[in-house]
């Protein structure tokens, strides 16, 4: 079963930046689809990016040209890299990956369509 281990959270002030980063382990399918997603207290969560395994990525509206969603192969880590971070952008971020094939990666944006996910690590930005 596959595995899934967040790091890299923390606390930042507005406008900074952090890189956060996901461990996965038993992911040994040649396709995949893998995804970040982030939930605040009281919020539904919700889709940042997704990495599909041929090297596509996709990313909400709201953080696009900010957020970079990347996979280093030899160390089966997916990352995901913030700037210019805002106050409201404060949340839980979760990895996220699915191996069945049957939606392609790039309509995948909802925590339902995704059956593996880690513990999450948190993101607090200050104003």
């Known amino acids: 079963q596959v595995q899934l281990v967040e790091s890299g959270g923390g606390s930042v002030q507005g406008g900074g930046s952090l890189r956060l980063s996901c461990a996965a382990s038993r992911l040994t399918y040649s396709k995949y689809c893998m995804g970040w997603f982030r939930q605040a207290p009281g919020k539904e969560r919700e889709g940042v990016a997704t990495f599909d395994s041929d090297g596509s990525t996709h990313y909400a509206d709201s953080v696009k040209g900010r957020f970079t969603v990347s996979k280093d192969n030899a160390k089966n880590t997916l990352y995901l890299r913030m700037t210019s971070l805002k106050p409201e952008e404060t949340a839980m971020y979760y990895c996220?990956?699915?191996?069945?094939?049957?939606?392609?990666?790039?309509?995948?944006?909802?925590?339902?369509?995704?059956?593996?996910w880690g513990r999450g690590t948190q993101v607090t930005v200050s104003s």
């Open positions: 996220e990956a699915e191996t069945s094939t049957v939606v392609p990666c790039s309509r995948r944006r909802r925590h339902t369509d995704f059956g593996y």
